[in-house]
């Protein structure tokens, strides 16, 4: 399995202006990592198990705010989207140790490359 490398967050034209949460006001420089994957067949169940038993509870590193994994079992794909309180944040988690461990744990579970893409949130609900 190899992680491709991140673009940089994109500059959407909006700024960091006032663009309003639905749950309060919106938290300037939050961001997301999204990565895709397709799993072998049949293994979708193990990569949630895995997910939600191993890596989830231990992803509380600093500037950690959340994160949601999305599959669809007919296609053999998943997202995994993380939020992060900032860019920086986001980025020195991946840069840790720990998570080389969490992404190791995945061991054969992916088919071809992790995809991974970062976003600035703009609006939370």
Not at 35 to 51: I, K, N, P, Q
Not at 104 to 120: H, N, Q, S, T, W
Request: one cysteine or more; a negative charge.
């Amino acid at each position: 399995m190899r992680l491709l490398p991140s673009p940089e967050i994109p500059d959407m034209g909006y700024g960091r202006s006032s663009l309003p949460r639905l749950r309060g006001e919106r938290k300037s420089g939050m961001c997301a990592r999204v990565s895709t994957v397709e799993v072998e067949t049949g293994r979708m169940e193990e990569l949630v198990s895995l997910s939600r038993d191993s890596v989830l509870p231990a992803a509380r590193q600093q500037g950690f705010e959340g994160g949601l994994w999305l599959t669809d079992p007919d296609t053999n794909k998943a997202m995994i989207v993380t939020l992060w309180e900032t860019k920086e944040a986001m980025e020195a988690g991946e840069a840790s140790v720990y998570y080389r461990d969490q992404v190791g744990k995945f061991g054969g579970l992916p088919v071809g490359d992790v995809f991974r893409e970062a976003y600035e949130v703009s609006v939370q609900a």
